[in-house]
């Protein structure tokens, strides 16, 4: 099996799509493993030193975790793009391919020669995709953009912190995966798209357009009105996480119907009926009276006592480690973690897949490639 060839098994979506994938850390290579969920045939392409994603701090001795986790369901070779041989063969599986996804900073790509005007005369139907930190203009476009950076940029870490104290981080490299949602959805569109035109064109994403995006609901300024006013959407008091019995719990209790249930199974009936709260905005304002005799009697039960209580009632959640997520009932129920066999690591049990098609499921998911693992497929007289 060649590395741009169809994968076995039921057709996805995106069955018959090639990609290469010349991206690294998160944003670009795990838009590409969306696009391989739905079926596309996606080689990844690492320089001789591999994607660095694969050196971070791991407690696997042969591979790095969140290398596995943001790579499944690709083939992988190396290639040195500075090299002429190894240039040409990139250039060769181009006019093959369908997409093109990378993160180099802007003006790397015309160096390297695969840059979108340089590769277009080759492949016309070529999507190409470019994830940057700051876009391609402007006078950040040449700086390395990283998650954690875009967050402290964009004011996310100064709204996460609570007020008047220091900015927090979102750890969980939020601004990389929803920018990695970006790719696979911008490239879906310009698939569509090209079945009408009949021609590829560039598609850019970067992670300050992610982390704006992701604000959409606080980055909104009416005309006549200050500009330093209140964005943060807490709603505060009652909703959150509280301290039951040795644990914690999250509640959301926003609703009337659920703010009565909260009342009635906690035995504060007689909040449920005090017009002092009555609406979220009475509720937040009057925490501290509420909060005090909320957490006594969470005080009662351990957070997954209070789940088994609340049911459907009352929308929450105990706090749980993400390890329980392998054996939780729900996410067996829905199929989310499959078993894997790496090259190097050996079985393992991971994600996937996001999104759940009826008629065309896609092909299984298999694990990321060992760096070269599929080098012999593109290069003659490698690997025997």
Same mark, same amino acid.
């Given at each position: 099996?060649?590395?741009?060839?169809?994968?076995?098994?039921?057709?996805?979506?995106?069955?018959?799509?090639?990609?290469?994938?010349?991206?690294?850390?998160?944003?670009?290579?795990?838009?590409?493993?969306?696009?391989?969920?739905?079926?596309?045939?996606?080689?990844?392409?690492?320089?001789?030193?591999?994607?660095?994603?694969? %050196?971070?701090?791991?407690?696997?001795?042969?591979?790095?975790?969140?290398?596995?986790?943001?790579?499944?369901?690709?083939?992988?070779?190396?290639?040195?793009?500075?090299?002429?041989?190894?240039?040409?063969?990139?250039?060769?599986?181009?006019?093959?391919?369908?997409?093109?996804?990378?993160?180099?900073?802007?003006?790397?790509?015309?160096?390297?020669?695969?840059? %979108?005007?340089?590769?277009?005369?080759?492949?016309?139907?070529?999507?190409?995709?470019?994830?940057?930190?700051?876009?391609?203009?402007?006078?950040?476009?040449?700086?390395?953009?990283?998650?954690?950076?875009?967050?402290?940029?964009?004011?996310?870490?100064?709204?996460?912190?609570?007020?008047?104290?220091?900015?927090?981080?979102?750890?969980?490299?939020?601004?990389?995966?929803?920018?990695?949602?970006?790719?696979?959805?911008?490239?879906?569109?310009?698939?569509?798209?090209?079945?009408?035109?009949?021609?590829?064109? =560039?598609?850019?994403?970067?992670?300050?357009?992610?982390?704006?995006?992701?604000?959409?609901?606080?980055?909104?300024?009416?005309?006549?009105?200050?500009?330093?006013?209140?964005?943060?959407?807490?709603?505060?008091?009652?909703?959150?996480? %509280?301290?039951?019995?040795?644990?914690?719990?999250?509640?959301?209790?926003?609703?009337?119907?659920?703010?009565?249930?909260?009342?009635?199974?906690?035995?504060?009936?007689?909040?449920?009926?005090?017009?002092?709260?009555?609406?979220?905005?009475?509720?937040?304002?009057? =925490?501290?009276?509420?909060?005090?005799?909320? %957490?006594?009697?969470?005080?009662?039960?351990?957070?997954?006592?209070?789940?088994?209580?609340?049911?459907?009632?009352?929308?929450?959640?105990?706090?749980?480690?993400?390890?329980?997520?392998?054996?939780?009932?729900?996410?067996?129920?829905?199929?989310?973690?499959?078993?894997?066999?790496?090259?190097?690591?050996?079985?393992?049990?991971?994600?996937?897949?996001?999104?759940?098609?009826?008629?065309?499921?896609?092909?299984?998911?298999?694990?990321?490639?060992?760096?070269?693992?599929?080098?012999?497929?593109?290069?003659?007289?490698?690997?025997?």
């Amino acid at each position: 099996m060649t590395p741009l060839s169809p994968r076995p098994g039921p057709a996805g979506p995106l069955s018959g799509v090639r990609v290469l994938d010349l991206s690294a850390y998160i944003a670009g290579p795990y838009g590409c493993t969306l696009l391989a969920d739905q079926g596309a045939d996606v080689l990844k392409v690492e320089p001789p030193g591999g994607d660095n994603l694969r %050196h971070y701090p791991s407690t696997l001795p042969s591979e790095s975790r969140a290398f596995i986790g943001v790579n499944r369901s690709k083939r992988g070779v190396v290639l040195d793009l500075k090299q002429p041989a190894d240039l040409a063969t990139l250039l060769r599986l181009v006019r093959e391919a369908d997409v093109l996804v990378h993160n180099f900073r802007p003006g790397v790509p015309r160096r390297l020669g695969i840059a %979108h005007e340089q590769l277009e005369p080759l492949n016309p139907r070529l999507i190409y995709c470019a994830v940057t930190g700051y876009g391609d203009s402007g006078p950040m476009k040449d700086k390395a953009g990283y998650d954690q950076v875009l967050q402290t940029m964009t004011g996310m870490c100064a709204l996460q912190g609570k007020r008047g104290a220091a900015p927090e981080i979102l750890y969980g490299s939020v601004v990389d995966y929803y920018a990695a949602a970006l790719v696979a959805a911008g490239v879906a569109s310009a698939l569509y798209e090209r079945e009408r035109s009949g021609r590829g064109q =560039a598609v850019g994403v970067s992670l300050l357009r992610s982390a704006l995006t992701m604000q959409s609901a606080r980055l909104i300024w009416a005309g006549g009105e200050p500009l330093d006013i209140g964005r943060d959407m807490r709603s505060g008091g009652v909703t959150g996480i %509280h301290p039951a019995r040795g644990s914690y719990l999250y509640l959301s209790a926003n609703t009337p119907h659920f703010w009565a249930a909260l009342c009635r199974l906690t035995g504060l009936d007689e909040l449920a009926t005090d017009p002092r709260y009555d609406s979220v905005k009475k509720r937040a304002a009057h =925490a501290a009276e509420i909060l005090p005799r909320l %957490h006594a009697a969470l005080a009662t039960r351990t957070a997954l006592e209070w789940e088994a209580v609340f049911g459907d009632d009352v929308p929450c959640a105990a706090a749980r480690q993400v390890e329980e997520m392998f054996d939780h009932p729900q996410v067996l129920a829905e199929n989310m973690v499959g078993e894997f066999d790496h090259a190097t690591v050996g079985r393992y049990r991971g994600v996937t897949r996001p999104i759940v098609f009826g008629r065309t499921p896609g092909p299984e998911p298999f694990a990321a490639p060992a760096l070269g693992q599929h080098d012999a497929d593109i290069k003659p007289g490698e690997g025997g």
